[in-house]
Structure formats: structure tokens, C-alpha cells
């Protein structure tokens, strides 16, 4: 019997019942996949927040410490009159230099020497503000003003000296004093200097 000319084709189920298979795997996966869509039905995670700083408690605010002293007591009558025999108290002073307004909101204590020639008046202060205030008020100084080696040697004694205007200033600093002295007299630092070192001589000791 002769043979056909085709050979029979045996059906491919094979793969074909693989593909089948694997889209049924894939379609009947209820699961979700990595980096997908949450299920909805699934409770929500919680949130993480971030943890609590606690608080930190704010830092008290320095208070000026008082400095008390009769204003003979910075400058002698000696001192004045080794300074111009023509100055003498200001009965009537009231504080208007900016500085000297300063040395008054530190708790200082501020003074004034007339002119009874000329009326000029020579406003002097000293205040021990505390810390923070007092290297405040020297970086002003630093800033604004002009350093004055002859006032002191630092780092015991700072000193400054300023002119605006018409107006001269001395500041210096030393340990917890701030002393100011300011006047349309002083022209330039070397006319502060006797003032200047007699107050230093007279601040209390520490």
C-alpha cells in the first residue's frame, strides 16, 4: 500500500496548554504585586511620624546688675580739678548722650561735671551689665569707635574713643565695668585720658 505523500501532524498541545496555564496563573493571582497598588480592602498602615523634639527650655534673660556709687566717689574733687580747675557737679544733670542713656538701662550709675565758664558739660557713667550685655555693648564699640592703646593694656583694659559731630566719647572696659565718658570737650582721646584713669583707679576691686 503506498504511503501519502504528507506525514500526519501530531496536534502541539504542548505548549500551547503551558501558555494556557500560565494565563490562568497570572489572572487568578489575587496577591499584590511588589511596588503595586495596595489592596483596598487591606487596613491602612500607619503613618510614621517623625519623633518628638522635646523642648528645650528657653534660657533666662540676663538682668542688669545695679552698680550704686556716688558719682564723687568715680571722680574726686581732686580728680576733676587735676582734670580743669572751671568743672564742678551739674546739679541739674539729666542723661541725654546715647551711651550714657545705656548706662543708665544697665542699672549704672551716670554723672555730670558743668563748665562754670563756658557751661559745657562732661557726662560720665559706669555700669556692670551682665555678660551677654557687656560684650554686646564692647563689639558696638569695637565697630564704631577707634582702639585706644593709652587708655589700658589689653586684654585688662579696652578703650575706644569716638568723635561725631561736635561730640567726643571715651568707652572703656574692664573686667565687669563699662565706663563712658562723653562731652563736646573731648576732641581727642588724649583729652579723656586724665578722667579716664581716675575712674579706673576708683572702681571698686573686683
Same mark, same amino acid.
Given at each position: 500500500?503506498p504511503?501519502?505523500l504528507?506525514?500526519?501532524?501530531?496536534?502541539?498541545?504542548?505548549?500551547?496548554? *503551558?501558555?494556557?496555564?500560565? *494565563?490562568?496563573?497570572?489572572?487568578?493571582?489575587?496577591g499584590?504585586?511588589?511596588?503595586?497598588?495596595?489592596?483596598?480592602?487591606a487596613?491602612?498602615?500607619?503613618?510614621?511620624?517623625?519623633?518628638?523634639?522635646?523642648?528645650?527650655?528657653?534660657?533666662?534673660?540676663?538682668?542688669?546688675?545695679?552698680?550704686?556709687?556716688a558719682?564723687?566717689?568715680?571722680?574726686?574733687?581732686?580728680?576733676?580739678?587735676?582734670?580743669?580747675?572751671?568743672?564742678?557737679?551739674?546739679?541739674?544733670?539729666?542723661?541725654?548722650?546715647?551711651?550714657? *542713656?545705656?548706662? *543708665?538701662?544697665?542699672?549704672?550709675?551716670?554723672?555730670?561735671?558743668?563748665?562754670?565758664?563756658?557751661?559745657?558739660?562732661?557726662?560720665f557713667?559706669?555700669?556692670?551689665?551682665?555678660?551677654?550685655?557687656?560684650?554686646?555693648?564692647?563689639g558696638?564699640?569695637?565697630?564704631?569707635?577707634?582702639v585706644?592703646?593709652?587708655?589700658?593694656?589689653?586684654p585688662?583694659?579696652e578703650?575706644?574713643?569716638s568723635?561725631?559731630?561736635?561730640v567726643?566719647?571715651?568707652?572703656?572696659?574692664?573686667g565687669r565695668?563699662?565706663?563712658?565718658?562723653?562731652?563736646?570737650?573731648?576732641?581727642?582721646?588724649?583729652?579723656?585720658?586724665?578722667?579716664?584713669?581716675?575712674?579706673?583707679?576708683?572702681l571698686?576691686?573686683?
Open positions: 500500500m504511503r501519502p504528507h506525514p500526519a501532524r501530531t496536534p502541539v498541545f504542548g505548549p500551547v496548554l *503551558v501558555a494556557a496555564a500560565s *494565563v490562568l496563573l497570572l489572572t487568578g493571582c489575587s499584590a504585586m511588589p511596588g503595586g497598588a495596595t489592596d483596598p480592602g487596613p491602612p498602615a500607619a503613618s510614621e511620624s517623625p519623633a518628638a523634639t522635646a523642648s528645650q527650655p528657653a534660657e533666662p534673660d540676663e538682668k542688669p546688675v545695679p552698680f550704686e556709687v558719682c564723687d566717689e568715680l571722680l574726686s574733687a581732686d580728680d576733676v580739678y587735676a582734670f580743669n580747675p572751671n568743672y564742678g557737679t551739674d546739679p541739674g544733670f539729666e542723661p541725654s548722650a546715647e551711651a550714657l *542713656v545705656g548706662v *543708665v538701662d544697665e542699672a549704672g550709675t551716670a554723672c555730670g561735671l558743668l563748665n562754670q565758664t563756658n557751661g559745657a558739660v562732661i557726662e557713667g559706669v555700669a556692670t551689665p551682665p555678660a551677654g550685655a557687656l560684650a554686646t555693648r564692647m558696638d564699640a569695637a565697630l564704631n569707635s577707634n585706644v592703646p593709652t587708655y589700658g593694656t589689653p585688662d583694659v578703650g575706644y574713643f568723635r561725631a559731630g561736635d567726643g566719647e571715651a568707652q572703656v572696659f574692664t565695668y563699662w565706663v563712658v565718658i562723653d562731652s563736646t570737650e573731648l576732641v581727642e582721646p588724649g583729652d579723656a585720658q586724665s578722667l579716664v584713669s581716675a575712674l579706673l583707679a576708683n571698686p576691686a573686683g
